[in-house]
């Protein structure tokens, strides 16, 4: 194994990034001369890049310009940016409420990534980095993301089958599904002992300006201080956090919208 860059990739990035010129097209002809390349190579990598919808040929000019793919990459990495910027005063409150480790965690696929993290204050606490990837099906932010996916794409992750980490993992997908269920009418999930033994979680949902659900708000502690009585304290304080980030990205909770103006 070599850490060392792939030639191809390297080049295939090198020729996204010729496009930040921000010119309408640019010709297989002119991309090689200003890549340094042969015009086949660039023509192949061209070739591939259009296959994943990163690049498109501009059928009047007969150039390549960026693709709808690199417009929702950047899309997703504006959500992430306003993401962080939403929920960096209301994790600081949430840790301060609770003493425990507050974090907020995205879907990708089967697992959670946490994006934005704050350590516990406590001595015995818990390790996480930001950027750890952990099974969405064994974590209670993991549980609040999977509750709200579509029918299809929870379907997907069913399907890939659910691991066991401990005894307590939920590793049916019909009790699964229920338990998903029982998360989208309360509000917030729960995960005690799931992904690993002495360790508990509690987390709600964050939406967006479109009332889509696009991160969760969690804290993480011993499960010796996450007894039932405690989670149900900090479900309401998360609840709360979940629904104050929301409003900073835009969200406005169905009771407060005004109804559409009547055309007459």
Do not use: C
Not at 39 to 59: D, I, M, W, Y
Not at 231 to 240: Q, S
């Amino acid at each position: 194994m070599t850490d060392a860059p792939l030639s191809t990739v390297t080049n295939a990035a090198r020729l996204l990034k010729a496009f930040l010129t921000r010119e309408e097209s640019i010709g297989v002809s002119e991309l090689a001369r200003r890549l340094g390349l042969g015009k086949s190579a660039v023509h192949r990598l061209l070739t591939t890049l259009a296959a994943e919808g990163l690049v498109e040929q501009n059928p009047r000019t007969g150039g390549y310009r960026l693709g709808i793919v690199v417009y929702e990459l950047g899309e997703a990495v504006k959500v992430h940016l306003d993401l962080h910027a939403a929920a960096g005063p209301v994790l600081v409150r949430l840790r301060e409420e609770t003493g425990e480790s507050s974090q907020v965690g995205v879907l990708d696929g089967a697992e959670v990534v946490y994006v934005d993290r704050l350590e516990s204050a406590y001595s015995l606490r818990l390790f996480t980095e930001t950027g750890r990837r952990v099974p969405a099906h064994a974590t209670s932010s993991g549980k609040v993301l999977l509750a709200h996916l579509p029918d299809s794409a929870l379907d997907r992750v069913l399907a890939a089958g659910l691991p066991g980490f401990t005894p307590n993992t939920v590793t049916d997908a019909g009790a699964l599904r229920a338990e998903l269920a029982s998360i989208r009418a309360q509000g917030w999930a729960r995960s005690v002992d799931e992904r690993e033994i002495g360790v508990a979680s509690v987390a709600a949902p964050i939406r967006d300006v479109h009332d889509e659900v696009v991160a969760a708000i969690s804290i993480g502690a011993p499960s010796a201080r996450l007894g039932a009585a405690v989670r149900r304290r900090y479900a309401r304080l998360l609840v709360e956090a979940g629904e104050a980030v929301s409003r900073r990205l835009g969200w406005v909770p169905t009771a407060e919208r005004r109804p559409a103006a009547q055309v007459r």
